[in-house]
């Protein structure tokens, strides 16, 4: 019978692991009001028009990948370089990445972002993801 391997938990009192900690700073990290990254989202913008959902008025904005038109809550702030490097593997630093580099990334300007529509930006982020576990 295998047994469980045991997962070190040295953060919060004994209760998450590393990688939990390392997802509770990215997390805290995007939810920052990052302004360029609106910036982003309002040069897609296209003409008003009605939200097909709810058949109210919106801004409307365009998808460059999928080049749909979507109302402005279905655009995601795609950055064009990924956050976490897709080429790099974290060994040294707090919790294995080198934040200063995250941070950078993160919080680039407006050129660094591209809007895109959710379904496209989650495209785009399983394909990076699983080149990033390729790499591994």
Request: charged letters at 25%; hydrophobic letters at 30%; aromatic letters at 10%.
């Amino acid at each position: 019978m295998l047994m469980k391997k045991e997962i070190e938990k040295p953060y919060n009192g004994g209760q998450w692991s590393t990688a939990r900690m390392r997802s509770f700073a990215m997390s805290a990290l995007r939810r920052a009001q990052w302004g360029p990254k609106y910036q982003s989202i309002a040069q897609a913008y296209i003409g008003d028009g009605i939200n097909p959902k709810t058949g109210k008025p919106c801004k409307l904005h365009k998808c460059p990948t999928c080049e749909q038109v979507y109302p402005k809550g279905g655009m995601h702030a795609d950055h064009i370089n990924p956050v976490i490097p897709i080429d790099r593997q974290w060994s040294n630093g707090f919790l294995g990445y080198d934040w200063n580099e995250v941070m950078r990334n993160l919080w680039c300007e407006k050129e660094g972002f591209v809007a895109t529509c959710k379904s496209c930006h989650a495209q785009k982020t399983r394909q990076e993801n699983t080149e990033r576990r390729n790499n591994k």
